[in-house]
Nanobody
Framework: QVQLVESGGGLVQAGGSLRLSCKTSGFTFSDYGMAWFRQAPGKEREFVATIFWSGSSTVYSNAARRRFTISRDNSENTVYLQMNSLKPEDTALYYC???????????????????WGQGTQVTVSS
């Protein structure tokens, strides 16, 4: 079955960095766009970044642009999110997700993603 397992979250001071990983299995990873979303307590889940199935293109939220980098290793079936210059407002549970349709266009909508991991907590202290 499809599995997505995030790791790499933790507690970091403002200005610090973290690298999240999402190891996947159960589907042809190289055919699917991947994304990261996050959800802070009391807030709706929000889009962070997405990467094209081939890795040739990325899209970021305004909050993530210039600080975060999404990448993928199709040989390892893994997607990453490098987060630099972290701020307390980045505190959230971070989820990776696999697109619903193979070789589809970018989407920032959660409904475009069919498979989700369990999330990894990122806490940024001030």
């Amino acid at each position: 079955q499809v599995q997505l397992v995030e790791s790499g979250g933790g507690l970091v001071q403002a200005g610090g960095s973290l690298r999240l990983s999402c190891k996947t299995s159960g589907f042809t990873f190289s055919d699917y766009g991947m994304a990261w979303f996050r959800q802070a307590p009391g807030k709706e889940r929000e889009f962070v970044a997405t990467i094209f199935w081939s890795g040739s293109s990325t899209v970021y939220s305004n909050a993530a642009r210039r600080r975060f980098t999404i990448s993928r290793d199709n040989s390892e079936n893994t997607v990453y999110l490098q987060m630099n210059s972290l701020k307390p407002e980045d505190t959230a549970l971070y989820y990776c997700a696999a697109a619903r349709t193979p070789r589809s266009s970018h989407s920032t909508l959660a409904s475009a993603y069919a498979s989700w991991g369990q999330g990894t907590q990122v806490t940024v202290s001030s």
